[in-house]
Each structure stands twice: as C-alpha cells, then as structure tokens.
C-alpha cells in the first residue's frame, strides 16, 4: 500500500449529500471487470451521458471539467460512500487518480476501505467543505497534510482535522492491517513459545 503523506493537486466538488457506493461504481461493472479496469466507469451515471463511457461525456459532471479532470482529491457531501460494503468503489476512485476525499461524514464500511487501501478519508464539517470548494474552484492546489493533520488551501487559514492515531500512523507508513499484524510476528511468536509451556495440553495434536 503506498504510504500517505501530503496530498496535493486540485479538489473537486461533488457536494451531494448521501453518494452511495452504486453511484461510485456499479454493480454491473464489479461482477464484470477486474481491479485495474474500474477507473473509466468512476460515477458512470453522472459522468457520461448514456451506456457508459463510448457515449460520451456530460459537460456538466464536474470531473469532466478541464480544470478538475486530474483533481487527486474529492470534495463529497455528507454520508459519502453509504450503502453497499463494495471495497471496489474505493479502487475506482485510486483507480481514476482520487486519493483523498474530503467530506463531512462517510459511510463506516467505505471509511474502513479507505484506510485498507491507502485512501486518505477527511472527515471536516460541512462549511469548511464548502470554503474549500470555492478557493479551489479554480482549480489551484490545495495541500491535505496528514503528518500535520491540515488542510491549505488559496485564500483560507489552515483548517485542522482529527485522525485517528493508529490510523493515521499506518497510512504514514503505508501498511494496512495484514502489514501491521506482520510487523508483530516476534512478539507473536514469543507469546506461542510462552503459552506452549505454560499451556502444554492446549497444543497436543
């Protein structure tokens, strides 16, 4: 998993309240493609205008914009990413180059998702949300810096935000939760040799 650091690029504001997992990705895709082939059909139906991608784009879908069309980092509304348990529409947003969204709150499953796969969730309140969608609305940088749990944006004074420690030191160093488990293999294999003495009849085949 690549670690997270500073993100920064253009922000893209998709300011809907309640974007399911669906609406990411749909199910149709997911039981056809691959990971690696999700990208293009990223918010399918609000991207292009009928039957996918060789349809054609919609002018008005803000990614299709030329100022946000490589924007790293998502602007969402409130509860983003509810719905289905689907770890695929993350890969669709790594996938299209988004690494981090912005929102006022998340759905618990796509959050957890998120930090399996080195997606920079920000949970912020929803007026600082909408300050930073007018800043960027140009399409300049903004810096989301999870060392120093801040967001810089043109024009705004630093907006902090709050992370879990654990969480936050994990997507630092890149490792998701199998990493983790692996870099206690000693202390883990220490208590086995333990307990295998103090608990002989336990380990009898």
């Not at 999700?38 to 292009?48: H, N, V």
């Not at 997507?171 to 199998?178: F, K, S, W």
């Amino acid at each position: 998993m690549k670690a997270v650091t500073t993100i920064r690029g253009a922000a893209a504001p998709l300011l809907r309240d309640n974007i399911d997992t669906d609406l990411i990705i749909r199910i149709e895709r997911i039981s056809q493609l691959v990971r690696g082939q999700l990208g293009p059909y990223l918010f399918e139906t609000l991207r292009y205008r009928d039957g996918g991608p060789e349809s054609g784009e919609r002018d008005d879908f803000v990614l299709n914009h030329p100022v946000f069309r490589h924007a790293c980092i998502l602007l969402g509304g409130k509860n983003f990413g509810c719905g289905s348990s689907r770890e695929m529409a993350v890969w669709a947003l790594e996938e299209a180059g988004i690494r981090c969204v912005i929102a006022p709150s998340f759905g618990d499953i796509f959050y957890s998702n998120c930090l399996q796969n080195g997606l920079l969730p920000v949970r912020i309140d929803a007026d600082a949300v909408h300050r930073i969608g007018l800043a960027a609305a140009d399409g300049s940088d903004i810096d989301v810096d999870l060392r120093k749990l801040e967001i810089r944006a043109p024009y705004l004074d630093t907006i902090r935000f709050t992370f879990d420690a654990a969480q936050q030191q994990a997507l630092l160093d890149g490792l998701d939760e199998i990493d983790q488990t692996l870099r206690l293999t000693s202390s883990i294999e220490r208590f086995r040799s333990a307990d295998r003495d103090a608990r002989s009849w336990a380990y009898l085949r």
